[in-house]
């Protein structure tokens, strides 16, 4: 099994890798048990429903840790706003990644539903809230 | 790259260059086939003869009960569905333990599939097998006990002589995997009652791809390779040569170490890197038993964070480990031996194993001590959990563990 | 012993220098396991696979069809037991010939006891096999085919194109014990249809404990040797990484040669000593089919005198060749092929089989021939048989043939 | 398998190869078909009974070869009567050839079988001669 360099590079410098305190939402996703879990928090305008920061935790192996690295980098690079977002899937995670070993697919995987469990979070708060 | 800091004994061993400059004159010049009539099969024959004695003197056995196999997992499976399909007439229960190599483990399931019954014997929380459960577990089926000597993700060293004695009690033959500690801690297969030891040259300093089964003479087994004539018609195929000279070498060098008390040298650096690494790091668990583990093994669950992440970092800086980690093997659930010895699963995600080798130095650990700190560190920066944030609990009773 | 004229290479060959200088970098320097997450692992695993690559590409199979083995006789094993275990529900004969190497036959018989139906396909004083008589003996509980390309001891090649495409037709798996065969002559295990196909590392100039079995994607097997993930969880073990990458090397000079036509000199050299044997030499028979042969081997009955004695005396000579005798193997009955294609029982025990390899010569040729007549004359006149005394007439129907 | 040093010269230079076309008895015995077969000629002092020459003719293996040449070569040295010649056995032959492969035993048995039945030719051949 071999990680590609982006993949290596993303572990090593993990970008947006930390916590946001008064995040607008959390998505909290997998299990330790299974060896990853992760969780995302983002920062919305509540105006414009950019998101304006995005910032992760993840106890996981190395495809874990770069996946949440990259999807992280693609929101906040591109400015996106949550229906953007919505539509990210673990194949543009992987893609950006350079490919992810078959075994490790399933990381790519829980970043995206990091992200939508996130956006999620953001949503039901913001309706409660009002 | 020439500074890399190897800890994967236990995983495989370089070869040793006594070992090295003995084979090769079987790679070049003495290729001939040892079943071969001509002197270019005599001449090779005689020392494939040499290389079986001296892998006997290991384990005080005789010349002609050792079968030389192609490697450790090759050994299991010859012994274990070996001795039982030629005794199926006599009963179909096995009995082995829950922490052996997958090499036992799936060919125990394997029979299962075949219509065999096969107890899988609890350990306590150090890993050491329960004996009374042994005994408790014996009927007039049971046909084989299986049990490793040395566990090889945590190094605890199982009661074989105590096994040993049972099995022979309840005439019932007794195979141990003893890939882990075959050139590394004593073994008479005489005073311990083995009627089957599998050894694999790979972790002794000996090349890939070699192996042997000790059979007690006398013992029936099936074969597990049919074709011709080869070692005494209980494996065939053409004889690894280079493999098994190489392996006759490294098992009479590792019997010379034994003999000088070279592991005693190793065990001092296994635990200065344990003390080290409880001392420099806070939730830091010892795996395996406190004394009777092979000192070559070093079982670390690091809290809070995943191993082959912790196994990365450290390969980023040339230090080799091997983690007990799903991820790595593919698998979903992690270490069959640490959730059979109780811990958490969670927690077991986060296990590294360091295994040492004869030319580790003082120097190297050292190195590993002044690296891992920060490394484990930034992972846990990284990590969703600390002690703020716990693992959550293991919810309700788990499906069935896949070994 | 420099000047000894080596012509066993049928039963085992030297390893040529290009395959051992790869080889001795992975004892020595690359030592890794390659199922390892660390740098040492990874440098090796890479090396692994391209010899997948390179074993592949002289049968035009994809890599991952690649298996390897411990060798030949476990590539056999793996494939018929494989086969027949994991097709259990849909039939249980199995066709094979009564030529086969040890390694399928006693496979076979070995299923028989399981409870299998073997068919053992006739041959014809060439040895080559009935193909009516196969398509007769299939039925719909028919689930395997093998039969091998080239045979081992006289040399004749089969017409596996053609089984495969009746194995095909009634969607019958086909495999091809190819250890002969593997890098001397042409094989597209798409064109054959092939399904199955072992080789061996040390017939083709690699080491020996290193085999490869071709599984077309697809087609299920029950593994041989049940433990870790190894070859994609169709073998066990860990892997024999120089054997692999010698393996790997001498596959793809094999390819390379069959390109430049290497073995057309070679055969030349064959035809030569042919000649000069059945000229010098009366009541000499050449056995195997006179063109559908392949270039390397001479097998010849020497009437009136025994193979092993011939052997021992060429040995004396430094002339290393192999014997069809029981005598040489320790069975009571001579060669099941010989007895096979109808040769006179007394008449097969006179046989040698002479193998040839890429670096004899003319000379070496030259030099057999001027020893050979001398030789024969002398266990000639120590027999009690001759043209005067023939060998008594074979009396009735013999028992069975034990392979 | 390996053969000793006295096996290899017994089958590089056999003592008492050949026929006695006036023999007093002949055994044959073995067979091709298994390999092996042996001729054993006998020339007997009709007042003293000793064994006064000895020859063999062998269809086999180095062991059958070197154990013909090894049975007469015992016989022929000692000057032995019929009478000694039938207490020696095969163990004897093993023995004088400093051991025979396990797998070769029977070449030592058939030639212990071949001299007993050139004397029991001589035996009977007397017999009808009176
Ligand atoms: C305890 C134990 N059993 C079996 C094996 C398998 O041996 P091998 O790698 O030689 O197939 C190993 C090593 O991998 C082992 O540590
Ligand atoms: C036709 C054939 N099949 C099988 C084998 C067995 O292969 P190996 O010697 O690699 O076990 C051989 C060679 O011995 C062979 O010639």
Redesign the pocket.
């Known amino acids: 099994m071999n990680y590609s360099e982006k993949v290596m590079e993303h572990f090593n410098n993990p970008r947006n890798m930390g916590e946001i305190p008064d995040a607008d939402g959390v998505g909290l996703v997998g299990n330790p048990v299974c060896g990853d879990m992760m969780k995302i928090f983002i920062k919305v305008n509540k105006d414009t429903e950019v998101i304006e920061d995005i910032k992760f935790k993840t106890f996981g192996c190395g495809a874990a840790i770069a996946s949440s690295s990259m999807v992280t980098e693609l929101i906040k690079d591109k400015g996106m706003t949550i229906d953007d977002a919505l539509k990210i899937t673990n194949k543009n995670v992987i893609e950006e990644l350079d490919g992810l070993p078959p075994v490790k697919k399933h990381c790519s995987v829980l970043a995206e539903e990091g992200l939508q469990s996130a956006i999620e979070d953001y949503k039901k708060k913001k309706q409660k809230n009002g | 790259m020439s500074k890399r800091i190897y800890l994967d004994h236990s995983s495989t061993t370089y070869i040793l260059d006594e070992v090295y400059d003995e084979m090769i004159k079987y790679l070049k010049t003495f290729f001939g086939n040892p079943s071969s009539f001509h002197s270019f099969g005599r001449e090779v024959r005689k020392t494939v003869e040499e290389s079986r004695e001296r892998v006997a003197d290991v384990i005080s056995a005789e010349p002609r009960e050792i079968y030389f196999t192609g490697g450790g997992t090759e050994a299991d499976n010859t012994a274990i569905k070996g001795i039982a399909y030629a005794n199926q007439s006599k009963g179909n229960h096995i009995i082995t333990s829950k922490i052996e190599h997958h090499a036992v483990l799936h060919t125990c399931e394997y029979l299962e599939k075949k219509g065999f019954r096969i107890t899988y014997l609890p350990v306590d929380k150090y890993g050491t097998i329960d004996i009374d459960a042994l005994r408790d577990t014996i009927t007039d089926k049971t046909i084989l006990i299986s049990i490793m000597h040395v566990n090889n993700e945590v190094g605890t060293i199982q009661p074989i002589e105590e096994i040993g004695k049972i099995a022979r009690e309840h005439n019932i033959y007794f195979h141990t995997d003893a890939i882990q500690s075959f050139g590394k801690l004593p073994i008479d297969v005489n005073k311990m009652n083995i009627d089957l030891l599998s050894a694999s040259s790979h972790k002794i300093y000996g090349p890939k791809g070699s192996g042997a089964l000790y059979i007690r003479k006398g013992v029936r087994i099936e074969p597990l390779i049919h ?2 004539h080869h070692e005494m018609n209980k494996r ?3 004889e690894n040569v280079p493999g098994i000279i190489g392996f006759g070498k490294a098992s009479e060098i590792a019997k010379k170490d034994m003999e000088n008390n070279a592991y005693k040298g190793i065990g001092e650096l296994r635990d200065y890197l344990q003390k080290g690494i409880t001392e420099k790091i806070a939730d830091v668990f010892v795996n395996g038993h406190p004394e009777k583990r092979i000192p070559v093994i070093l079982n670390v669950c690091f809290k809070y964070i995943e191993g082959e992440s912790i196994i990365l970092k450290l390969d980023g800086k040339g230090i080799a480990a091997s983690s007990g980690s799903a991820c790595t093997s593919g698998d979903l659930e992690p270490s069959h031996v640490l959730f059979a010895m109780g811990v958490d699963t969670a927690l077991a995600q986060g296990t590294v194993r360091f295994s040492l080798g004869k030319k580790n130095t003082k120097e190297e650990m050292d190195e590993v001590l002044s690296v891992l700190p920060g490394l484990i560190e930034n992972l846990r920066e990284m990590s969703p959990f600390s002690a703020e944030f716990e693992f959550p609990r293991e919810a309700g009773p788990r499906v069935k563990h896949k070994h």
């Open positions: 074709g011709g065939a195929g053409t």
